[in-house]
């Protein structure tokens, strides 16, 4: 071995190597430019000799400055030393990414930017100093004591249970209806007849209370009303004849916004009378919403009134949001407290208000499943705390209340308001089955993934200046084989709640950075209102639970009675409906079938036809059929429809809802 080959070989860590990087030391070996310029950057010694000296030492300059090496060692040093023998050049450049991508030794701690507010201008020999931060500061001092915030904290606990009542509790619950509130559910679910939903009396009055922002509610799969589909907005059938009479599965609250009795920003309260047996609902459009139109019969409708004896009908939850944020801004600005009990307030503060306001799991809300979703959340965001958040927000507001301020809550809550803000975009749930329903949901997945790529960029350029990046990618390649293995599961698919992804994302946001800032509060405000308006969600789930209200994908039966056995000239009153029998499948499931009549179900049974004597022979109707078990129904058919003219209209083909 030449004589200066264990001089070259042995570097030593610099003085002010901290413990947790004096790990076993490495020499890499490479292109000496690049190892001289990563040298200067980084303030780090490694062996710049020839390839031949490598080749002849390489064992011991690549493997951990112990001495007995293992034999995993000695076999990884063995395939080394081979490649920088047959391919230096190669190995060189190699040797060199590996080196930009570990980042600087000793590990390297980020200050603390630098306020933007903090303006010190030099110009021709003059200083000028525009200290808005630091004024700021000073000025507020006074109001930073521990006593003042417990002070104001007990009166916001105070007032926030006030105004939870005010929207919640002051109206009978019997009133209280939610969003998606309907008298009749969709195909078969209300029975035959729809006897166990249409109520005894189809002429009584209700009196109703609606929550603001329905809406924003809509269907997220597509519904079947006679012949036509409805999808991605409320279900509103009727509502365009002079009196706005709509159909009796028609979102009540929707449609009491469009008839113009409530406000979509702060509900309200109304009157509603029932109908029976009403005919021809007419589409419009009115307070922008639209309705589609049903021209046949429906056993039940409704219309409204404006006048109610409920009092306290405004939803307060603008101004209720309005509050929470000047009190959250009020914490950074003007309180101050430490970081810590900041983020624990912030914390509070968001799920309260998705919980009681924005998303409530119910109207009224139910107290105790909301606590039975704060303790985890606790849990969570302990984590989140000790994992990344702890050595950002010191950082960030020790110095610029102000800034900060604005970098952490102008994400938070754009995350809290999910409902208004990524809600509204064109794509509900990460799932192959959702993303190509609506127009635009692939463009839309497509600038989501760019976006966060760019984001994702910038953080890992950002962590390998530290020098922790091979400890983050670990880390995540370990996650990333978790759900790899999850994603394989049998029977189950992966589903990637809004909340699961602050928990996948946050920890790579614990360096303090302006942008790691904005990061940390979005992802925050994500997870508080994921969990706390739908709960801690299984990240797999079975086919049925993401289904909802789609369709199987299940057998249909078949119509006998189609456009070229149908009679028009024979009377209504002489037709008969008729269906190809039960499959002869062994493995079939199917016992007998369903046939929905406009929508309702009129035949449950083994039968295979329909008379259809009794129906008005004036109007159109719409037939669908589906095979049934003792256990559950099929897909129906899309819609055969029947015109007063005679005609008949074979269905589509496919299944529907």
Request: hydrophobic share 45%; with cysteine.
């Amino acid at each position: 071995m030449p004589a200066n080959s264990s001089q070259a070989s042995s570097s030593s860590l610099p003085d002010n190597q901290s413990k947790d990087s004096a790990l076993p030391t490495y020499v890499i070996q490479g292109d000496t430019k690049a190892a001289n310029a990563y040298s200067v950057h980084s303030g780090e010694s490694y062996d710049l000799r020839s390839s031949q000296d490598k080749s002849n030492d390489s064992l011991q300059n690549l493997s951990p400055s112990t001495s007995h090496p293992s034999r995993a060692q000695q076999w990884l040093q063995g395939r080394i030393n081979r490649v920088s023998t047959t391919n230096p050049r190669l190995y060189s450049r190699v040797s060199t990414i590996l080196l930009w991508l570990r980042g600087p030794r000793p590990r390297v701690e980020l200050p603390a930017p630098k306020p933007l507010l903090d303006i010190d201008i030099n110009s021709r020999g003059h200083k000028v100093s525009i200290p808005i931060e630091r004024t700021m500061i000073k000025a507020t001092r006074f109001l930073t004591a521990p006593w003042v915030l417990i002070i104001l904290g007990i009166g916001y606990i105070i007032a926030l249970a006030f105004l939870s009542r005010a929207r919640s509790f002051l109206v009978p619950a019997e009133s209280v209806i939610t969003c998606t509130s309907t008298f009749l559910r969709a195909n078969n679910q209300c029975g035959l007849n729809g006897q166990d939903c249409i109520p005894m009396n189809r002429s009584q009055v209700f009196d109703f209370k609606c929550p603001a922002q329905c809406a924003n509610v809509i269907l997220q799969n597509p519904r079947t009303v006679g012949n036509e589909q409805i999808a991605f907005k409320p279900l509103l059938v009727g509502g365009g004849d002079s009196e706005r009479t709509y159909r009796g599965d028609s979102f009540v609250c929707a449609a009491a916004q469009q008839a113009g009795i409530i406000s979509g920003s702060e509900g309200g309260c109304g009157q509603l009378q029932l109908l029976p047996d009403f005919t021809d609902f007419l589409p419009t459009t009115a307070n922008g919403l639209t309705s589609i139109g049903f021209p046949t019969i429906f056993p039940l409708a409704f219309r409204f009134s404006p006048n109610t004896s409920l009092k306290h009908c405004s939803d307060n939850r603008n101004g209720v949001l309005a509050f929470d944020i000047l009190v959250t801004c009020l914490l950074f600005l003007v309180l101050r407290p430490k970081a810590i009990v900041l983020y624990w307030c912030l914390v509070c503060i968001g799920f309260w208000h998705v919980s009681l306001f924005s998303q409530p799991n119910n109207d009224p809300p139910a107290i105790d499943e909301i606590f039975g979703r704060f303790l985890p959340t606790l849990f969570v965001a302990y984590a989140f705390w000790r994992s990344a958040i702890r050595f950002t927000m010191p950082k960030i507001i020790a110095k610029a209340p102000l800034e900060s301020c604005v970098l952490y809550l102008s994400g938070f809550w754009v995350g809290v308001l999910n409902n208004l803000t990524f809600d509204r975009l064109p794509l509900s749930r990460l799932t192959s089955s959702d993303i190509g329903k609506r127009a635009g949901g692939v463009v839309t997945l497509v600038v989501l993934i760019v976006v966060v790529a760019v984001c994702a960029i910038n953080q890992v350029l950002v962590i390998r200046k530290t020098g922790w990046l091979p400890y983050y990618v670990g880390w995540y390649l370990v996650g990333g084989l978790v759900i790899m293995v999850l994603a394989l599961l049998p029977g189950l698919s992966l589903r990637l709640h809004h909340y699961i992804i602050p928990i996948i994302l946050l920890p790579g946001t614990a360096f303090p950075t302006k942008l790691s800032a904005i990061y940390q509060g979005l992802l925050l405000g994500l997870f508080l209102n994921g969990v706390a308006a739908f709960g801690f969600d299984p990240i797999v789930q079975s086919a049925a639970a993401l289904r909802q209200d789609a369709t199987l994908g299940s057998l249909l039966p078949t119509f006998l009675t189609n456009s070229t056995t149908w009679d028009a000239s024979s009377p209504l009153a002489n037709q008969t409906l008729k269906w190809a029998p039960l499959p002869q499948d062994a493995e079939s499931l199917w016992s007998g079938f369903a046939l929905l009549v406009d929508d309702i179900e009129r035949y449950a049974g083994t039968g295979l036809e329909f008379a259809l004597g009794g129906l008005n022979a004036s109007i159109p109707h719409f037939f669908r059929l589906a095979f049934m078990s003792d256990s559950q129904t099929g897909d129906f058919t899309k819609a055969a429809t029947l015109w007063p003219n005679g005609t008949w209209v074979d269905p589509l083909p496919g299944g529907s809802y």
